[in-house]
């Protein structure tokens, strides 16, 4: 069972990058498993500050082999203008692989993703407009344009003609816009399948043969887990098919569940959220403030990587952690960010929820449910003082130790490693996952 899987145990922006960019260092093959280039993760290495979308975090190690699984929706240009980017600054991307099963982002995706946002109104969902919504939705309705077509020109066109036929109906009777032309839509995924053909491949035989091999595998999440399609806060998710939680890791890879052995799950030590939705912990005050904009002239402020959006800001929500470490099955918990609550003299967890008058301690299913929630507070001191520097958890202050076993109180499962700083050397591991105890 070689396989960890790495997942965000809130609503995206937890900081995975940084953490599989960490762990790949002890793993042969790093895969990338579900959504698309509307997923950022950042990362700070000895070469600066990376944002990547579609590579997995493991490219910085040129010897590891990074796969973008059949799971993940394909944004050409996205993808082209990212491997470039990587390449122009020194990176090696010659070990990047790209699933022949992976399913394509088209040029009708991001117009319809703008255009369904803006008939929705006043209940649109706040997507990234990248158009990977409707790529999914057109991956379960077996209208979906695959990487391996990009490569196959005549069988290409033949799919084109009667997609694009369909899709610029949709566009012009159902939302007024304009029709896309079939020439210009061929030329560029001819010209796209000619730049990535190189990179294509059946990456699942890649994967089993490393397991075969028995060799380690991390498999990279994207988003968080309460934006899961089932399980999230419903409707104001991901529509990434697999899930997006750990049970979708081998199914956007093609491993057998088997192939498992362990979840990283990737929680911040408070609570960001993209878009709309319920988030019980947000804050609309000057904690919120201060949590949003710490570090932000160093470009490590709570803005989104892909769309440059303020997050939402809160407390550390303890019921919706333990409801998706639960859900995932995490074995070990990935603390990220603790650095930022130094700022604070007193700093709160929430512990429970009020919903008419009652307790509720997991996250109900009625949408209306989710909005009407209470936080019910635990207020713990804090240690104002600098901990970027800090490697070792006894080095901590006691107030930020109890913190972290507060947390570990929660969820039920031990804190391993806890980030004090965005690069890859601040962070303070109390257990190697691959091994014993440090």
């Known amino acids: 069972m070689p396989a960890t899987v790495v997942i965000g145990g809130q609503w995206g922006d937890e900081g995975k990058g940084r953490v599989v960019d960490f762990f790949a260092r002890d793993c042969a093959v790093i895969a990338r498993y579900s959504a698309g280039s509307n997923a950022g993760h950042t990362i700070v290495n000895e070469r600066g500050r990376f944002a990547l979308h579609l590579v997995p975090a493991g490219i910085f190690y040129g010897q590891k082999i990074c796969v973008i699984g059949n799971g993940v929706v394909i944004h050409p240009q996205a993808l082209v203008s990212e491997i470039k980017m990587l390449e122009d600054r020194g990176v090696d991307t010659t070990q990047l692989l790209v699933s022949n099963r992976a399913h394509v982002v088209m040029p009708w995706h991001p117009v319809i993703d703008k255009l369904d946002e803006q008939l929705r109104g006043e209940h649109a969902i706040g997507t990234t407009g990248t158009g990977t919504g409707p790529a999914f939705v057109d991956k379960a309705g077996r209208l979906g344009i695959r990487t391996v077509d990009l490569v196959t020109p005549e069988a290409l066109e033949q799919k084109l003609r009667f997609v694009l036929e369909y ?80 049970a979708g890791a081998c199914i956007g890879v093609g491993l057998g569940p088997r192939a498992i052995a362990r979840v990283v799950g990737v929680y911040k030590a408070y609570q960001t959220r993209v878009g709309h939705g319920p988030m019980p912990t947000e804050l609309f005050d000057a904690d919120g403030d201060a949590l949003r904009d710490h570090g932000r002239a160093q470009g490590t402020g709570e803005y989104g990587t892909t769309t440059g959006r303020p997050r939402r800001c809160g407390w550390f929500d303890g019921v919706l952690a333990r409801y998706t470490a639960r859900l995932n099955g995490v074995t070990s918990v990935a603390l990220t960010r603790l650095d930022v609550l130094a700022q604070f003299e007193r700093v709160k967890i929430c512990t429970g929820y009020e919903l008419e008058g009652q307790r509720v301690d997991t996250l109900p299913g009625a949408l209306t449910a989710m909005t009407a929630l209470e936080p019910i507070y635990e207020e713990l001191p804090g240690w104002r003082e600098e901990i970027s520097h800090v490697r070792t958890f006894g080095d901590l202050p006691p107030a930020a130790r109890a913190y972290v076993q507060r947390v570990e109180q929660l969820l039920g499962v031990p804190v391993d490693m806890i980030s004090v700083g965005p690069e890859r050397e601040q962070a303070i591991v109390t257990r190697d996952i691959f091994g014993g105890t440090l």
């Open 167 to 246: 899709k610029n109906a949709v566009i012009t009777k159902l939302y007024g816009g304009e029709p896309l032309r079939y020439e210009a839509v061929r030329d560029e995924c001819h010209e796209y399948g000619e730049l990535l053909r190189p990179y294509i491949a059946d990456t699942a035989v890649v994967a089993q043969d490393a397991e075969a091999r028995g060799e380690q595998l991390l498999l990279e999440g994207a988003q968080g887990a309460l934006l899961d399609l089932d399980s999230g806060t419903y409707p104001y998710v991901t529509s990434s098919l697999p899930a997006s939680i750990a």
